[in-house]
């Protein structure tokens, strides 16, 4: 705990004080273009439990984060479009991937998902770069084929999932490359759907399933590398590969079925599993009583009191009682178990958190990261592309340690530092009472205190 926050304390990017100037002309010097990828449902353990050689040799040449904090719910509209605003559910208003607003009666799933309503509260980096001049694309990353606030990305793909991923990256490094007519995108985002289907399917624990799945995962990675490569973005572009999310092991044994607690007639329901979101018909008093005694492995929240720690709150699309399944738990209202594999719980849950990976001239070469914040990739995007980011939750207080020359202090060097410090007291209070107990001790005792410790330039510890 400690350590983390010394690590979050002395990790700051020493060049970044000064803002990225504001205004709409593009610098004279185009930064190199940056190329987002999910590989959906790519939980942060696959990486130790399963072998990716192209992977391994992307980070190893790059930067490796090995968990990525992502947002409630932890499911995937909300958190892709986190990744790409830098703000939580309750601020940009993908909330789940299920939605419903009483005043219109306007629904939203993934069947569903283009109207510009549900997306209006926010602005995702493919529009917000265009104000700066630089054009975009997004190959169905969620919102892609959306008129947010009334725009697109300069290219865009609808979804469509008979799209091989290598057609998806062909169209890609086409719109990166640009031609003689249309100039290359400086930012696109590219979406595929795997391991996340598999994972729903045969349920992260299959070993088989998921080895299978990954190897292809891993080859598309291969692809990606080469296709850079042979096209000569490889070495010039900032490229990031993460997921939106994780996968937990679910069981026919870990069943919640809310048809046994209250009659369906009490509440309309809006999304079911892990998060389940409810309006009562009448009495919200006496149907939350009856939900909250439910089951000892399902809690539920009341709108306003969800706790302040899931972000998940304060959005008229949050229904008046959410019911959150612990992990592995699966909430059905009557039946069987649907899916051995889900995801959308707790977003505190390793087994939930996503990795990041990324390579290219902005980043430093062999550097691996414990954690990051999903919400802090968007400002890192726009520092990459220098531009200013819009209004967002994240910062780039940790991230700078992942870029190529900022100064910024590792973990080994801040354990070794506290280390430092710890022995260098001792020793001195050592030597100190060892050489004479004077009154006037406590005098040159407190000249050695570290009332200066945020001024860690200074200090010829770090060398
Ligand atoms: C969006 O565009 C349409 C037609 O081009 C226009 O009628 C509408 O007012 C625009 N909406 C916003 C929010 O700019
Ligand atoms: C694991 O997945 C494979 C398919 O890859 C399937 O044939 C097998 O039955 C699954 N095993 C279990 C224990 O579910
Ligand atoms: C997240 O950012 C938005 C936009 O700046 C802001 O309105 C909101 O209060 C922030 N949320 C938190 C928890 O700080
Ligand atoms: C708490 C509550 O609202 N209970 C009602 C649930 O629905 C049944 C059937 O419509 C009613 O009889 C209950 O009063
Ligand atoms: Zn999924």
């Known amino acids: 705990m400690l350590l983390w926050f010394l690590l979050g304390f002395f990790c700051g990017c020493s060049s970044l004080a000064a803002e990225p100037q504001t205004g709409t002309d593009v610098n004279s010097t185009t930064p190199p273009p940056v190329l987002l990828v999910s590989f959906d449902g790519f939980r ?29 719910t932890t499911k995937t509209f909300p958190n892709h479009y986190s990744l790409v605003t830098g ?24 069947s569903q998902d283009s109207d510009p309503f549900w997306w209006n509260q926010a602005e995702p980096i493919w529009l917000h770069a ?24 300069t290219h865009f793909q609808n979804y469509n999932s008979t799209m091989t991923f290598q057609q998806r990256l062909g169209l890609v490094v086409k719109w990166l490359l640009g031609d003689e007519k249309v100039k290359g995108v400086s930012f696109a985002a590219l979406y595929w759907e795997e391991p996340d289907g598999t994972g729903h399917k045969y349920g992260p624990d299959n070993t088989t399933a998921m080895a299978h799945a990954l190897k292809q995962v891993d080859e598309n990675v291969g692809l990606l590398m080469s296709e850079l490569n042979r096209t000569g973005l490889w070495g010039r572009i900032n490229l990031i590969v993460t997921s939106d ?10 069943i919640i079925r809310l048809n046994s607690c209250l009659h369906p007639d009490n509440y309309t329901l809006v999304d079911l599993t892990p998060v389940a979101a409810l309006i009562p018909t009448n009495d919200t008093e006496a149907v939350f009583s009856l939900l909250k005694k439910c089951h000892p492995h399902m809690t539920a929240y009341r709108k306003e009191a969800i706790p302040d720690k899931l972000h998940y709150r304060n959005n008229k699309h949050i229904q008046p009682i959410i019911l959150v399944a612990d992990e592995g738990w699966t909430i059905v209202q009557q039946g069987e178990l649907p899916r051995l594999g889900d995801h959308g719980y707790d977003n505190t849950l390793p087994s939930m958190h996503p990795f990041l990976a990324a390579v290219g001239p902005g980043f430093r070469s062999g550097y691996s990261l414990p954690v990051l914040q999903s919400v802090d990739v968007y400002p890192l995007v726009c520092h990459l592309l220098s531009i200013p980011p819009g209004p967002n939750n994240g910062s780039l207080a940790q991230a700078c340690c992942l870029l190529s020359g900022e100064s910024c202090s590792s973990l080994t060097m801040v354990i070794g530092i506290v280390v430092g410090v710890l022995l260098l007291l001792t020793t001195l209070t050592g030597l100190f009472m060892f050489i004479k107990p004077r009154p006037s001790a406590s005098r040159p005792f407190q000249r050695i205190q570290l009332d200066d410790d945020d001024d860690d330039d200074d200090d010829p510890l770090l060398g």
């Open 44 to 72: 942060a353990d696959y990486l130790k439990r399963f072998s990716l050689p192209n992977l391994e040799k992307l980070y190893s040449q790059g930067v490796l984060v090995e968990q990525l904090t992502n947002v409630f």
């Open 87 to 110: 703000l939580y559910a309750e601020s940009h208003g993908i909330l789940a991937s299920s939605m419903y607003d009483p005043a219109t009666h306007k629904k939203f799933s993934p």
């Open 130 to 153: 265009l104000d700066y001049g630089l054009s975009t694309a997004a190959m169905m990353w969620p919102g892609s084929d959306v008129y947010i606030r009334n725009r697109t990305a």
């Open 245 to 254: 999310h994780g996968m937990a092991q679910c069981s026919p044994e870990r």
